[in-house]
């Protein structure tokens, strides 16, 4: 199994839609090609929001993660 590192961490807890997938457009904007931005929300609207933008921009959900209310994403930029 392979451990995923990130690059840059966004902890959008607390926030409501549409803050996080906002927030996560901005973080990925800062990124390099090849570079991957570990998203943290509590908004559980924040998983289809989070495949619909990565089917929509092109980056990579590399992986999605529940622990307790938190959803943990890794995405690549394309």
Known sequence: MTTLTADQVL???G???PMP???TKKAMDTLQVGQVLKMISTDAGSVPDIE???RRT???L????TEGKAH??????A
Request: charged share 15%.
């Open 72 to 77: 943990i994403f890794y995405i690549r930029k």
């Open 15 to 17: 926030m409501a839609c």
């Open 52 to 54: 619909a933008f990565t």
């Open 62 to 65: 590399l992986n999605h993660a």
């Open 11 to 13: 902890d959008c807890s």
């Open 21 to 23: 997938i906002i927030k």
């Open 58 to 60: 092109g980056h990579l």
